[in-house]
């Protein structure tokens, strides 16, 4: 019995040791998010159907930063991800001609837990800033609002190799939003240990209302990134 027990607490310290020799790895990937939006954009009860392809997007979207920073010393790790984006449309009504111009900054934060190599959870915080404008031939409005969500999901990585990488996540949240919710999947090719670069797919759906001011809208589309592990 002495030397089961003593073969399990030898075993127990192993563990800890090499646990505790594992050291953080971080993994920085800018990235362009191409992405059409379909929904409803409302400033002081005037509101706006917006839709944009990704026909669209290439004559007058502008992508002014996007960046995704992730770090793991399993089986905990966090990550972080800001970008801006400049959108505008115009709009034919029974009212006549609209335009709708807004400015999105979005940032999230988190901390993940890993179960396994292939499944993991995380939980943070989504911030969304929203600066829009609907101009029409009598009307000139215009507001800012800023808030964050609480989100909690999943992501499941089922191919890690060498070279080859591929995942799926999704989450959900609220709060301030009514709704909100992520998914999305992708691949990737590291060449090195180092450089890698990553195809993938985003659906972003917002549903926020707060006294006139109303974005419902759902932006999916393409994410095309070039990362760097260190």
Known sequence: MRRYASLAV???CATTDTRAAEEWSYEIIPFLWAAGIDGREGVNGSVADVSASFEDLLEFVNIGAAMRVSARRPPVGWFGEASFVELEDTVGT????VRVKSSQTFAEGGLSYE????????GGLRFQSLDTRID?????LGE???WIDAIVGARWTPIVSDHW????????GGGSSDLVWLAEGGVGYRWTQRWGAYL??????????????LYDVRQQGLMLGFGARF
């Not at 029974?94 to 001609?97: A, D």
């Open 10 to 12: 030898l075993a127990l």
């Open 115 to 122: 179960f396994n190599s292939a499944l993991a959870v995380y």
């Open 144 to 146: 800012t609002k800023d």
């Open 200 to 213: 993938a797919y985003r659906l972003l759906d917002t549903d926020y209302e707060q006294g006139g001011f």
């Open 94 to 97: 029974s009212l006549g001609t």
């Open 165 to 172: 990488v591929a995942w799926t996540r999704t989450d959900i």
């Open 136 to 140: 029409t031939a009598s009307e000139h």
